[in-house]
């Protein structure tokens, strides 16, 4: 085959332009971090990028939704806490007025005590968080006990009640709210209303029935709070789970389209060295022809 | 045999050998012309004597009378500018196929933190948010804000797309059809010329170089095949000469259609038949956007019943890719082509989506208890939504409390339905998609990519094969500088024997004329 100049001079252009291309190509995806820049490079790359992206996006998200849970759950554990504890003292002050030994005047002054225990409790069932009730479900707009003709009872407007769901995770819908059916419902107000209804009796009192009513309501709200706490363990373990999918997807998406550095790297550097060979075998070519050895 | 035969002879010798001197000179002050043939000096020897004749002296044998140039020639081989001419159509088809779909992949811009799926990403998780806060009025207008950015991405994909389709269609315009027609011109023009040249017995080589540089540049834009015939009877007409060149385009693997499209049919001698040429015409649809017809000359080659292989999308070139990129009408009024079909797949989803996201949307309730509206409606006052025209209802961005975020009966802080909207992403029973909005979006990257990598991989594989051909032609064409250095050389040398033997010749006649007879003086 003949040989000219013109075409060795071209061969040698366009390797060194195939081998510039090359450079920055690794140049690019030692820049960016990224094995492809559109999707033609690798498509099924591409593809999975898009799909890991999305399941990033929610995992974080349901991370989020889950810490919203533990607002509502925090929060509510606490209310129910603080209302056993007012239970408690009524229940204690029950056995104290059930002692015969107190006279009606004595009786009173619990009966005092014991008004302003009601109104702690309507008050932690009226707990707002962020503006929201909390013990309504999704009525979160409305109060949960409202006071009608002098008596506490569950607001009507607020019924019925709906559990508050969150997603937690990919069709797990996480109730948040604790269901206040049993909690803080008409049964407890009624109770303690007896138990202040007859404090406020003269002559001999018996007390039996009110501190059973009292206990069963006691009861009812250390169940609920058992439950929730039980809800929150679920809760922690769903957590843990999707702070583990968090990393796993992070990571399958950094492996999917992510550069290996040092792969990248050692690329270039072959790439340079070739580059760089050409360049000084172009020169040995382009330069001498006959007429360099001619006198 | 004469006194001055010698003389004539040496001559000759020193006229020949100048000749190809200048030839090479020629091939020199060429080297760096792009189309360019190396020409080559044939030298062949003059008549020798004597001719046979009834007069003809009786010598031993005939004497040589010297050398002339018979011809000067290209150096050329037509067979690989076929080869040429068919790879560089390939190649120019893939070229311009990539470039289209590199800009559709540029603006698609997927996987990236700010593409549509980025966007539709972030709009699910403003919903998710709405739906663990109903009655946060900021996750409320977040939701209404990130709508409109889903909105507003389609709109732009849609309305980018649409403005590359109309470069496309400039570049059909005004870089093939105007440039094929005006190639067409100078080739006949060209042509012309030959005629007038060949029928004396030149060989027009800078012409045929013209022609054939003219006719490799007509092979990127469409798939040709060239038929040289004879420019006249005259008997002065040399054997070697190319004659004049006839043009048609021809399907992929090099046959003509049927009937034959020809956009230059050269002079027939014979008949007396003028040089024909047939101009290439298209023409778009209403909408200006979409080829509907092209014509060579008065023959209809493509319409909206001839767009299969048996029509000029059969061929292949950059004006056929431009076509199919740039879109056509089809037998059933259908737009067929990439960056259409991308429009409408576009418009599918944003439709598909949008009429889904409503549906779930409407089965709710807002703030006021009242049932949900349209979220996602059309910009102006027509119906069905496209990607063009959709975005999300102003009442809604107005006032965020319209959002139907509640489900029924649950009160109006129920977030339960906002839930529901999130599942529309990945409802794989959306009819008109026939799978999730989510992964119609990623099988459409995953298509456009693949699509972009056959055409990468494809302008890759037919450009080493155009640069094999090229370099197998420039290996016979080409100007070697140091194989014109030798030849300079030799013909200096045969100059300067030539010019010895002159001289010796002279010395003989100065010995025939001065010094013979001179015995006794």
Known sequence: ????????????????????????????????????????????????????????AEVEQFRR?????WTWMDHSDDVLDKAGKAMQRIEELAVQAANDTYTPNERRSIQEEVKELRDQLVELANTRVNGKYIFNGTHTEKERIVEVNGEYVVNELAEPMNDVLIEVSKGIEFPANVNPDGVFDNELFEHIQNFIDKLGSDGDVDFNDNIEELNQSTLNIVNGRAKLGARMNRLELVEDRLGHQEVIAQDIMAKNEGVDFEEAVMNLLTQEVVHRAALAAGTKIIQPSLIDFLR | MSTFHGLEMAKRALFAQQGALYTTGHNISNVNTSGYSRQRAEFVTTKPYPVPSRVQPHIAGQLGTGVKIGTVERVRDQFLDAQYRAETSKYSYWNTMSEALSRMEELINEPSENGLSRTMDQFWQSLQELATNPDNDGARAVVAERGLAVAETFNYLSKSLQAIQGDLKDQIEKGTVEKVNSLLDQI?????????????????????????RLIDELSEIINIKVTYSKSSNSPNELEIADGLASIEIVDESGKSFDPPVKLIEAYD??????QEVNKLEIDFDDTGTLVSEVRVGSTTVFDDEHNDDMSILGSIGSFTALIEANGYVDEDGNAVGVYPEM???LDKLAKEFAEAFNAVHSSGFDMNGDEGKEFFVR??????????????????????NLIAAAVANKGSRNGENALELTKVFDNENIDGLGTSPRKFLTALVGQLGVDAQRANRMTGNTGILRDQVDHSRRSVSAVSLDEEISNLIKFQHAYNAAARNMTAVDELIDRVINQMGLVGR
């Not at chain 2, 060949?198 to 027009?204: Q, S």
């Not at chain 2, 001698?269 to 003028?274: E, G, H, V």
């Not at chain 2, 910009?379 to 965020?400: N, Q, R």
């Open chain 2, 188 to 212: 006949a023009d060209v042509n012309d010329q030959i005629q007038k040249l060949e029928p004396h017995g030149y060989l027009p080589n800078d012409l045929y170089d013209d022609r054939d």
């Open chain 2, 343 to 345: 429009l409408a797949e």
């Open chain 2, 269 to 274: 001698p014979d008949n007396q038949t003028d």
């Open chain 1, 65 to 69: 939704n889950a810490s919203e849970v």
């Open chain 2, 379 to 400: 910009k102006d006052e027509f119906d069905g939504i496209t990607a063009e025209s959709i975005t999300v209802a102003s009442e809604i961005l107005d006032d965020p």
């Open chain 1, 1 to 56: 085959m003949r040989i000219t100049q013109s075409m060795m001079q071209d061969n040698l252009l366009r390797h060194l332009f195939n081998s510039q291309a090359q450079m920055d190509k690794y140049l690019t995806q030692i820049t960016t971090g990224k094995k492809i820049r559109r999707p033609s490079e690798d498509p099924v790359v591409a593809m999975k990028g898009i799909s890991y992206r999305t399941e990033v």
